[in-house]
């Protein structure tokens, strides 16, 4: 089987940490962390609510993950095309991740999926066309009934896609 290209965001990546299923998506995908993401947003509260921050250095260092940033201009120009409706709600892991998938190259590397269980973040793929590029979590590590927290599910992104979809068409066409 050949490797997926998968963008992940912040609450992905710290969902397969609290759950041990880091190591099984790091083998079985090409991993893609926006740079923010990588330097800022991998701080979260465990199930003993305690505050940790998760460390991707040595995954980056032995390429088991890649680390990728945009130009700013590439930030602006997503951020801008999408307008008030998302003003303070795409964070800007988010953000980048969103410009990640919009620039890379579908011919060069497949089609690039993003994964992330924010709903806004999925409106955003939706209506900058491109929520074909969405993936759910749960489809990438296929958990145990119950073991995935609902916004990484199937039928959530599904759902929010119809969403998103919806808003395209009304707003952006």
Not at 73 to 92: A, K, Y
Not at 108 to 130: E, H, I, K, N, Q
Request: proline fraction near 3%.
């Amino acid at each position: 089987m050949a490797k997926k290209l998968v963008i992940l965001d912040a609450d992905a990546i710290i969902e397969l940490h609290m759950l041990r299923k880091w190591r099984h998506l790091v083998s079985r995908y090409e991993l893609i962390i926006p740079e923010t993401v990588y330097r800022d947003e991998t701080v979260y509260v465990n199930r003993e609510h305690t505050r940790e921050h998760l460390s991707l250095r040595a995954d980056r260092e032995h390429g088991l993950i890649e680390v990728e940033s945009v130009e700013a201009s590439d930030l602006l120009t997503v951020s801008r095309f999408l307008g008030d409706p998302f003003e303070g709600r795409i964070h800007p892991g988010e953000l980048e991740g969103l410009a990640l998938v919009r620039n890379l190259d579908p011919e060069s590397t497949g089609s690039p999926r993003f994964c992330t269980g924010d709903r806004w973040a999925v409106l955003a793929l939706c209506c900058l066309d491109m929520s074909a590029n969405a993936i759910s979590l749960e489809e990438l590590v296929e958990p145990a009934h119950g073991e995935l927290r609902d916004h990484f599910g199937r039928e959530r992104l599904e759902s929010r896609k119809r969403e998103g979809i919806l808003m395209r068409m009304e707003r952006y066409m």
